[in-house]
């Protein structure tokens, strides 16, 4: 038969006037593995069962009080010597171990989260590919002058080349399915281009193709001003100037209010205030003739323009190698 | 196209235009701007489609069209009772080859100094003056677009011109003293017996512009562009001419260039006797028409420009507009469908007028695509593991093929490369990553985490194979020094951790571990994951030889993944409420040969267990003092839940009980002694 109240009043007098190793042992005395309450609540099962209620229910009780004055008492304890320590908070703080995106996935990433939100769907296409692909159903003859933009990697005993841009896969995409459509084309090009501070033998380029009833420049023109306001920031201007691609008809520059100088003039925009972004057109009806497309019921838009350039003019970049160098001190970037 | 501005307003009057604006916006954006003894001269981009914007008058047109101000053609020579010439005789093999060829026979000419005005014109289009004859066949190619050729008549054998290709055997020295050989797909304007230039292309040393000379034929003629572009290629000769020529010729201009290098010649040398030109031509040639559409035009613009303004921009064009019929005067030979007059309006409108339109139509729902969403997840993870992405160009040299490959057979060469470090597709990024990492050592970034998802390129029974993979490299020490850290070099676990990691966030369970070959890894050092019997990933040491190769001081170790085949077995994870009754824990310290594989005692000890939920960890791995020779101890944490119900002691003691009778009679484990 255990007194639990007697055992409890033992206990805290003992507490009362206990130094700090004494509080310890006793806490190991009383609550402790081998200690007096656990063998108590061990034994109750020997006990008769009208005893072992009340016991079992004092004992559990004692136990949580003895706890909870423990935790009291060390909080206090400890609380106190907390304050009087030195913290150094100028330390630096542990750095969390973070890598980093590249910067051209970075551009590509938002380009694509911008043509998928108004509609646009991913296709990809390979990077070998054949002539006709590259550049004969997208109405560039052999021999035609504009084959000089685009100088060629060609592979060794085949008639297969390495893509010049991403543009073959507008025909892969419209070979495979009926209008409407409306894809992007991320992906790596090759031109025979010596590496320089603008040029790359190998690059990365963006395409898109709208096709279907009644597309016409205002929605090239919607489209692509809208990418340009949500890329380069709201107050971007777009302005769209001719030029000349094969697959298209009309073709176009598109150009946007400088994002260095806002128009104003600086050395990357010559002063002219604009920037040259990307090419663009209405699919020329000759290159949906090779898709089997009816001309005469669909129209439609298309274009394409560097990764490497839109990404040097988001991140401030001025040298296109810095790219594929990879130093890791470079693609952490700054903060300006 | 250089166009000097003084020459210029000889045609236009181009006071008060922002001319860079204009020609901008008519397609042809002035690419820079150069003094040339004051005068101004723009150098202006001119697309393949516009060889007439080759020529000042193209320009001045262009100006007009956009402004709408008057241009003042240059002055032509005019016959009157000129003689003709007699024996002389010039022939067109094939009219496709060659559709006009004007000769025009010269005499009394003094091939002199050009006057000041013709030497400043011609060094404002960049050229050397040379002499009279050739200065003005010079102004008249870049004035009218038309290039001309001048010949010393007395090295005209028999009096013929034939306009002929090639045959095989025949040779020819041209201008730059080069002797080339000819064949059948040569063109050239030869006389009797030889060849004495290659048309379109370039002159022949012996037939050009001496001083001795005093009689000339003079030839402005059309060639086929294809052919001429073919030539150039081929004979890898590029001139003023040939650019001009394979961008394609105008009919009409090669009189008008004749007739206006008469009257300049004729204003410069007043004796000069001139005879009435041979003017051989394809009589049938081609007036394009197209049919005007008004609705089809306003449509495709997406604006609602009227009719009177469509008409008036096509007359400023020089288009003559004939009911609902354009016709389209020679030099524009780019304009040959309806949607080309769509660019006309366009352009010379102005696109700036044209509103915009967002319209996503039924139909267009953007699907998400599969390799770009598990790409741009795997990359995230990665990135937030401390691992920095880069690009690389994905060519390779032999040199670096060699290290990896006896023979280069199986990889895909480019045949034209740029140079021999960029001659071949690589085979998987690894070679490119390597590079990164040496590139990074030099600069003393040493500890270096890097990853690529990017493709590989092989040649495998001649069907050209690409594939993508995430190739993963590390090398240095696993964390930065600094103040808390006690950093370590990192090894093969380091990359056994990230691998189960990326296969645990893409919920693949089932793989099993083997240990591989590759070229690339240290042959001890090799191991390869293996999901339903394909091998998708080879991981470990990286060889000494490409570690040497790039000379690395510390190990690196890699993971090359196929991205492609991992993809097929990609799933989402699903979760689990977590179990409200508390697992029940024991800590073993078991002593085992020192060869025994941990996998080997994890499967007896998941074999042993009954209860519902077991999870075992490795927190220890002990030789030395207190294990005997030959064996090591592994303490293992064993976690057991019941799931439903609190575990009693007793089961747990009974699953211990099995797994340490089954360890020690399968491996002879035992209890390290506390």
């Known amino acids: 038969m255990h007194n639990i109240n007697e055992l409890k009043n033992e206990i805290f007098q003992l507490l009362e006037n206990a130094t700090k190793d004494e509080v310890e042992s006793l806490k190991i005395k009383y609550l402790g593995r081998k200690g007096i309450l656990p063998s108590i609540l061990r034994g109750l099962k020997d006990l008769p069962q009208e005893e072992r209620k009340k016991v079992g229910k004092e004992a559990n009780i004692l136990r949580k009080e003895l706890e909870d004055y423990f935790t009291k008492y060390y909080k206090a304890n400890t609380t106190i010597q907390k304050s009087s320590s030195f913290l150094d908070y100028s330390l630096p703080g542990r750095e969390p171990s973070i890598g980093s995106i590249h910067p051209l996935s970075k551009a590509m990433d938002e380009i694509i989260d911008i043509f998928t939100r108004l509609g646009f769907q991913i296709e990809y296409g390979p990077d070998i590919e054949t002539d006709y692909y590259n550049f004969e159903a997208l109405n560039i003859p052999k021999y035609h002058p504009s084959r000089d933009m685009q100088d060629t990697f060609y592979i060794e005993n085949s008639d297969l080349l390495l893509r010049t841009h991403t543009s073959p896969v507008q025909i892969r995409a419209m070979e495979k399915s009926k209008p409407p459509i409306r894809i992007i084309v991320p992906g790596r090009c090759y031109r025979k281009d010596e590496i320089d501070p603008s040029h790359s033998p190998v690059f990365h380029q963006i395409e898109g193709l709208y096709v279907d009833k009644d597309v016409s420049f205002a929605d090239l023109n919607g489209i692509l001003s809208a990418f340009a306001r949500d890329y380069f920031g709201t107050d971007t201007k777009t302005r769209f100037t001719p030029s000349y691609f094969p697959f298209t008809e009309p073709s176009l520059e598109m150009y946007v209010s400088c994002v260095f100088c806002e128009g104003k003039g600086c050395n990357v925009c010559k002063h002219t205030g604009w920037l040259e972004v990307l090419g663009c057109g209405l699919v020329n009806p000759k290159v949906f003739e090779y898709v089997g497309y009816d001309a005469n019921k669909y129209s439609g838009f298309a274009f394409g323009g560097g990764i490497e350039r839109f990404a040097m003019l988001k991140y401030g970049i001025n040298d296109m190698r810095l790219f594929f160098e990879n130093d890791i001190d470079f693609l952490k970037g700054i903060i300006k | ?674």
């Open chain 2, 1 to 674: 196209m250089r166009v000097s501005l003084e020459w210029l307003a000889e045609y236009i009057d181009i006071k008060g235009l922002d001319l860079p604006l204009i020609l901008e916006e008519c397609g042809f954006p002035v690419e820079s701007t150069e003094n040339v003894d004051g005068d101004t001269v723009y150098d202006i981009e001119v697309t393949a489609n516009r060889p007439d914007i080759l020529s000042m008058i193209g320009v001045a047109k262009e100006i007009k069209a956009k402004t709408g101000r008057n241009i003042k053609l240059p002055n032509i020579y005019l016959f009157e009772k000129e003689e003709r010439i007699k024996d002389f005789k010039i022939q067109i093999h094939n009219y496709d080859d060659t559709p006009r060829y004007i000769g025009c026979k010269i005499e009394n000419i003094d091939v002199q100094e050009s006057p000041e005005w013709l030497k400043r014109r011609i060094k404002s289009y960049g050229l050397n003056p040379k002499n009279l004859l050739i200065d003005l066949t010079n102004y008249v190619a870049v004035e009218t677009g038309q290039p001309l050729h001048a010949f010393s008549y007395s090295l005209i054998e028999g009096n013929e011109i034939n306009i002929r290709r090639a045959e095989k055997g025949e040779t020819i020295k041209i201008l730059s003293g080069e002797e080339k050989d000819l064949d059948n797909d040569i063109l050239v304007i030869a006389d009797k017996s030889k060849p004495i230039a290659i048309a379109g292309v370039i002159g022949g040393e012996e037939s050009g512009v001496k001083k001795a000379s005093n009689t000339f034929i003079i030839e402005s003629a059309l060639f086929n562009p294809v052919l001429i572009r073919k030539v150039s290629k081929k004979l890898n000769i590029k001139t003023d001419a040939s650019f001009r020529f394979e961008r394609g010729g105008c009919y009409s201009m090669a009189e008008f260039g004749l007739l206006r290098f008469l009257y300049l010649l004729k204003k410069s040398l007043q004796d000069v006797k001139i005879f009435i030109p041979i003017d051989v031509k394809n009589s049938i040639t081609k007036q394009n028409i197209i049919d005007l559409d008004f609705n089809f035009i306003r449509k495709k613009l997406g604006t609602d420009i009227n009719n009177e303004e469509i008409i008036s921009i096509l007359k400023r064009l020089d288009f003559i507009v004939n009911g609902n019929r354009v016709i389209i005067p020679d030099f524009r030979r780019d304009i040959s469908f309806p949607v080309d007059i769509i660019e006309e309006i366009g352009r010379i409108l102005g696109y700036s007028k044209i509103k915009e339109r967002i319209f996503i139509p039924e139909g267009c729902y953007a699907k998400h695509n599969n390799f770009y969403t598990q790409y741009r997840k795997i990359r995230d993870y990665l990135i937030g593991l401390g691992y920095y992405e880069v690009a690389t160009l994905g060519l390779v040299s032999k040199m670096e093929l060699d290290i990896i490959s006896l023979s280069t057979k199986d990889f895909i060469k480019i045949a034209n490369p740029i140079n021999q470090n960029l001659e071949y597709l690589t085979p998987s990024p690894i070679i490119n990553l390597m590079k990164v990492i040496k590139n990074n050592v030099v600069k003393r970034n040493t500890d270096l985490k890097i990853f690529e998802i990017g493709k590989g390129f092989i040649k495998k029974d001649n069907r050209y194979i690409e594939n993508d993979y995430l190739s993963l490299l590390i090398t240095g020490n696993d964390l930065d020094k600094r103040w808390y850290n006690q950093s370590r070099k990192v090894d093969i676990f380091d990359i056994k951790g990230i691998m189960e990691y990326i296969l645990h966030n893409f919920g693949i369970k089932e793989f099993n571990i083997i240990k591989d070959k590759s070229n690339y890894f240290n042959p001890d050092q090799c191991i390869a994951y293996i999901i339903n019997r394909e091998k998708i990933v080879v991981a470990g040491k990286i060889s000494e030889d490409l570690k040497d190769h790039y000379n690395l001081e510390n190990d690196v170790y890699c993971i090359n993944i196929d991205f492609n085949r991992l993809m097929n077995y990609i799933k989402y994870k699903s979760y689990r409420k977590p179990g409200v009754y508390p697992s029940v824990y024991r800590d073993l310290a078991l002593v085992v040969d020192v060869d025994l594989k941990y996998n080997d005692l994890l499967q007896i000890i998941t074999s042993c267990n009954s209860l519902p939920f077991i999870n075992v960890r490795l927190f220890d791995i002990y030789k030395g003092k207190q294990i005997p020779d030959g064996k090591k101890s592994m303490a293992i944490n064993l976690e057991f839940n019941g799931t439903t119900r609190t575990l009693t002691d007793k089961e747990v003691e009974e699953v211990i009980d099995r797994i340490l009778d089954s360890v020690k009679e399968k491996h002879g484990a035992y209890l390290r002694e506390k």
